[in-house]
C-alpha cells in the first residue's frame, strides 16, 4: 500500500502574539485540505502532534478540539513525544492507513510557546527530560551544551565550525517566506552572539516559536503532477536522560531509526537528496549528520562549514526551510513542517530555495536529547 | 487478522501516597508480561495513555520514559484523550498490529493524581473540557450535574434511582481486591452524602486515584485455555463543550462508536453479556446505559435500580469491577482496566464477581462530556 501526501500546508512561523492556537490550526488545516483538493468532509481521521498545550495552556483533549477546526467530528488522537510529537503523530497516522481503518487522515502538528513566559517555557520544555536532571536544575541548553563539549573535544572540532551550522541554516531561512528568521548571519556573528551555555551561544540555539503545519495523507492516488509518497516511518527510543548513554556524541535513537527506514527502502544515506534535521542546537545537527550517515563521525560540523549541505553547493542539501534555527521550532509543529518542506522539493515548487533534482527526502525528528527519533523517508 | 490479549495486569487503585508513577508502571508492566508468559525483549514496542503527567508533574516524553520501566528501548508512543486516554492509546496499538508494523506490543495506561492538591487537581481535570467552560468556572461535577437535571426532568427519574449506579458499583467493588473502595453502599448512603452539584452528591462522583494497568497484544495466539481477542477497537468524537450539543441526555460520540462496533462483530447490544462504562457520575452510567443500547431511552438509571445491570442478578452486567465510581479512576489507567476486568471474565477468572458464561465483553471510555468515545469489544 503506498501512503500519498496528498496536501501540505503551513503558517508562517514566528512569535504570533495575536494567533491563538486555534486560529493556527485553522490555518495550516485549511490550507493543507485545499492544497489535497479535499473537503473536511473527505477526512476519515485526524491526529494532532502537540508537546504543551496541557502544561501551557492546562488544554488537553486535543484530538476532539481540533476537530473543531477542521470542522468534523471524526475519531482523532493526540500523540505527544516532546519535540518529535508532529513525526510521531504521523507515524500512528500512517499506521491507521496501513491498518486498512481509513482512507484519508489529516496530521495537524501545533505549538503556541509565546504566551508563556521566559521562565515556565525554560520549565516546560524541561519537561521531555527526566526528573534527575529537572533536579539537577539543568535545561536543555545546558545538555545539548555537554555534548558540543564532548564533540569538540572527541572530534577537535572548533566553535566556528559549530556555527557554520546556524550560517547556513539562516542562509536557507532568507530564502523561506514561513521562517521566523530571514536574516543571513556569519560566524562572526554567532561568535559575537551571547553565551547561553558554553559553548553553545545565542545563535546556535533555535528560537521559541509559534506555528502550525498540516499534512493530507491517503491511500489515493494524488492529482498532483509530482505525486509524493512517504515510502518509510521509522521511530526508535533511548533513555530518556543523557547520563544513562554510553556516549554523548552520537544518539543511538537516530542511527537505529534512520537504518531501519533505508533498509525499508533499499537505499543507502548516500541516496538521500534532502533532508530536514532537527537542530534544536547547532550541535544536534552536527551529530545528526554523521548519525543519519551523510558525514564521517567527526566530520558533520567541517562538512557543513564546507558547504557541503548548501543549497546550491552541496550534494545533500540539509534544512533547506532554515531548520528549526532559522524557521522557527514551534515543536508539535515541526515534524510536521519538515513534511511540508521536503514536499515542497519533490514537487519542486520550493521556489528559490529549490533543491534541483530532488527525488529523494528525509525528515529527522527527535523528542529530548535523543530520548525518541522519528524519521520519514518521501520519495516521488 | 486476530488481535489476541495475551496478558493483562492492574495494581491496586487507590490513594498509593507512597507510590510513584514509575513505580506503577512496573507493577503493571511486569504484571501483563508476567501473564503473558513474555520477557521485555519480546515486545516490539509500547503505548501509553496519560492525561496528566505534563500538567501535575511537568513530564512528557512518556513513551520513552516508560520504556525505562519495561526495560527495552522499542518504538513508543504517548497518546492523549483525557479521561480515554487508555482507550485511544489501545486503540492506536491495534492500528499498529492491523499495519503489519509489530506482533506484540504493550499498551500502558497510567495516572498518578494524588501528589497534587485538590484544587490542583479540579484545575487540570477541566483540561478535558473547552475554553469556554473553563471561564465560566465550571468543573466536571458541574458538567455532569447539568446532564443528571435535564435526564431527571426529561425522564421523570428521581435522585433515588441515580443513586442506584453507585450502590450496584459499590457492591461490585466490594469483590474486587483491586478497588479503591469495597465497602457496600446503600441508597440512603448516597442520599445523605455531601452535595457536590446539584443533584449530583459525593457518592455520586468518582474518586481521585492512582494507577496502572498494563496489557499485552498480540498477533499470535494465546496460550491461555480460553483465550480472548479484540473484535472491534471504535473512536468517536463530538464537540468539546456541552453547550454545543443539541441534547444533554445522549452523548453521539458513544452512539456512533458502539454501533460502528456492534456492525464490525456483527452483534446487536443485547448480545452482550459484561461490559465496563465510564461512570465518572452515576449519571454518565445511566445515559452509557441507554447509548450502549442496554436500556431504553430513560430507563437507564431504572433499570440499574431494578438490578437489571447486577452481578448473579441481571442480564447485561455493567461494571462488574466497581467501575470508576468504586474501582476507581485514574484517568489514563481507566480505558485498560476496563480492558483487564472483561478479559478476566471471558477467561472465567474473576473469582467472586465473575459473571457466569461471559462470552461477549465491552469496554465503554470517554474523554471529557463524551468529546471522545472508544469502545472495544472482546470475545472468547
Redesign the interface.
Known amino acids: 500500500m503506498k501512503i500519498n501526501i496528498l496536501g501540505t500546508a503551513t503558517t508562517e512561523f514566528g512569535e504570533l502574539w495575536k494567533t491563538s492556537p486555534r486560529e493556527l490550526a485553522r490555518v495550516a488545516i485549511q490550507g493543507a485540505l485545499k492544497d489535497a483538493g479535499k473537503r473536511p468532509k473527505d477526512i476519515d ?1 485526524l491526529f494532532v502532534g502537540n ?2 498545550a ?2 501551557f495552556g ?8 481540533f ?2 477546526e477542521l470542522g468534523v ?10 519535540c518529535a510529537s508532529g513525526g ?1 503523530a504521523l ?2 497516522a ?8 481509513y482512507n484519508t487522515v489529516l496530521v495537524l502538528g501545533v505549538e503556541k510557546m509565546t504566551d508563556s513566559s521566559q521562565d515556565e517555557v525554560t ?2 520544555l ?6 534527575e536532571e ?1 533536579q539537577a536544575g539543568v535545561t536543555f541548553p545546558g545538555i545539548y551544551a555537554l555534548m558540543a563539549q564532548a564533540y569538540m573535544s572527541e572530534y577537535n572540532v572548533t566553535e566556528e565550525e559549530l556555527a557554520a551550522v546556524s550560517v547556513k541554516n539562516h542562509f536557507h531561512g532568507s530564502l523561506n517566506d514561513k521562517a521566523q528568521f530571514r536574516r543571513i548571519i556569519t560566524v562572526e556573528d554567532v561568535m559575537r552572539s551571547g553565551k547561553i551555555a558554553d559553548p553553545l551561544k545565542l545563535l546556535d540555539c533555535s528560537p521559541i516559536s509559534d506555528g502550525a503545519s498540516a499534512v493530507v495523507i491517503s491511500t489515493e492516488t494524488s492529482k498532483n503532477s509530482k505525486p509524493v509518497f512517504i515510502t518509510a516511518s ?7 536522560s543523557l547520563h544513562d548513554r554510553q556516549s554523548f556524541t552520537t544518539l543511538s ?1 537516530v542511527v537505529r531509526a534512520s537504518q531501519a527506514a533505508y533498509k525499508k527502502v533499499g537505499i543507502k544515506a548516500s541516496g538521500v537528496d534532502v533532508a530536514e534535521i532537527h537542530d534544536c542546537f547547532s550541535i544536534a545537527e552536527a551529530i545528526a549528520t554523521e548519525d543519519l550517515g551523510f558525514s564521517k563521525r567527526g566530520e558533520g560540523a567541517k562538512d557543513i562549514a564546507n558547504g557541503r549541505m548548501t543549497i546550491g553547493k552541496g550534494k545533500i542539501i540539509t534544512n533547506p526551510s532554515g531548520g528549526l534555527k532559522a524557521c522557527g521550532h514551534p515543536v508539535g509543529a515541526t515534524g510536521i513542517k519538515q513534511i511540508v518542506e521536503i514536499t515542497q522539493h519533490l514537487r519542486g515548487e520550493a521556489g528559490a530555495r529549490q533543491v534541483r533534482g530532488a527525488k529523494i527526502g528525509l525528515t529527522h525528528n527527535v ?2 536529547s535523543g ?2 527519533a522519528v524519521i520519514h523517508i518521501l520519495q516521488n
Chains 1, 2 share one sequence.
Open positions: 481521521a508537546m504543551l496541557g502544561i492546562n488544554q488537553a483533549n486535543l484530538g476532539s478540539l476537530c473543531e467530528n471524526v475519531p482523532a488522537s493526540h500523540v505527544e513525544a516532546a510521531l507515524h500512528n500512517i499506521n491507521s492507513l496501513l491498518a486498512g481503518r520549565a516546560g524541561m519537561a521531555a527530560g527526566s526528573d529537572r521509522e521511530v526508535a527510543t533511548d533513555t530518556l535513537s523528542g529530548g530520548a525518541i
